[in-house]
């Protein structure tokens, strides 16, 4: 409605207007056990953050923090808020309380100054720059916002991202016609092996989101098919991904998959809670007879006697309708250990 929109657009004037945040101190120095952590996870060696001989080699006074990491040095930590002042949580808020309370990051572009180096301190401060909507996405109705974050180390910039996000509410989903809702009792969950499906509470579960790019796999769940993406060279990817070597709307190529693999790696995860489901649960990623690896529960099992290389096929959980009816039917895929005779 025009009145919603004209109260968004006030709201966020008043946060611009109010211009840049209070800047925030980074809660510790810049430091080389975090650069070391960074550069191992993300496989970086250039040799200027973890080698003092080589850094100075490089014209630097001594090993250097990857410029990438700035945002790195000012995070909050799992127990930290945001501050009053902060635009993000501002804007955030006002569109929440409209009723835009979905969200995607959609591109940040960043400018990085200079090298920082261990022992220096980081602030941060954001200010809103952009605020565009509402606008019409295959996501739904929604605005685009950007902030602007500075990280100065005393009076300098070092580095500067301007980080645009989509506010949506989410558009209502037809059910495909390919995948029908399974037949199920009123409240009943159901398994595609018979196993016992005691340990979920669906009215408290998060379901699945499809995207453009994953609605062939969600609906391939559905109809319980665990499909598989083929690359045009006939290569296939599991996660999917943009298929950029097709015309825009073309529908994705896929193989079905046998559902049989093993064990490549696997979590027994016991806390925090997860809403619907009963801890401890293991999470295991498998490797499929064909050659792609698949993330799901792995469950019917003791976590005990879980160990890489263990045979598992895919199972298909179908979950009820909302008893408010505005939730469909829906299914998930999970794995079971192989039956004698079906492993792989």
């Known amino acids: 409605m025009a009145s919603d929109a004209a109260a ?17 101190s980074g809660r510790d120095p810049i430091n080389t056990p975090m650069i070391n952590n960074w550069t191992e996870a993300l496989g970086d060696t250039n040799p200027i953050y973890s080698d003092d001989a080589a850094a100075r080699a490089a014209g630097h006074d001594g090993v250097v923090a990857p410029p990438a990491m700035a945002q790195v040095w ?37 400018t990085y100054h200079r090298y920082t180096s261990p022992g220096e301190h980081v602030t941060i401060e954001a200010a809103l720059t952009d605020v565009v909507g509402p606008k019409q996405t295959a996501l739904g109705e929604g605005w685009f916002f950007t902030t602007k974050n500075i990280w ?7 580095a500067e991202m301007d980080f645009r996000i989509l506010k949506f509410r989410p558009a209502a989903k037809a059910r495909s016609a390919e995948a029908p809702a399974p037949e199920q009792a009123a409240g009943e969950v159901i398994s595609s092996l018979g196993s016992n499906t005691d340990d979920f509470e669906p009215a408290k579960m ?42 825009t709307g073309e529908t994705t190529d896929y193989v079905v998959s046998s ?31 064909e050659g792609v690896r698949m993330l799901g529960e792995l469950r019917g099992v003791d976590p005990a006697q879980v160990e890489v290389g263990y045979p598992v096929q895919v199972e298909f959980i179908d979950f009820p309708a909302g008893e408010d009816g505005d939730t469909q039917a829906w299914t998930l895929y999970a794995w079971q250990p192989a039956k004698a005779g079906e492993q792989s």
């Not at 100065?152 to 070092?158: A, I, L, M, N, P």
């Not at 062939?216 to 083929?230: K, N, P, S, T, Y």
Request: glycine share 8%; proline share 8%; with cysteine.
């Open 152 to 158: 100065k180390v005393g009076d300098e910039v070092v």
């Open 206 to 247: 998060m379901r699945p989101t499809p995207t453009l790019d994953t609605l062939f796999f969600w609906d391939g769940v559905r109809a319980h098919e665990l499909r598989i993406q083929q690359r045009a060279d006939g290569s296939l990817q599991h996660p999917p991904v943009p298929a950029l070597w097709k015309p």
């Open 8 to 24: 968004i657009i006030a709201a966020t004037d008043a946060v611009r207007a109010a211009g840049t945040s209070a800047p925030i």
């Open 259 to 289: 559902g049989r693999g093993t064990v490549y790696s696997y979590v027994v995860h016991h806390a925090p809670q997860v809403p619907g489901r009963r801890v401890p649960f293991v999470i295991a990623l498998v490797e499929l007879d």
């Open 74 to 110: 000012t995070m909050r930590g799992l127990g930290g808020v945001r501050a009053e002042d902060d635009p993000l949580g501002q804007v955030t808020e006002i569109l929440d309380q409209a009723g835009y309370s979905s969200v995607v990051a959609t591109n940040c572009d960043s």
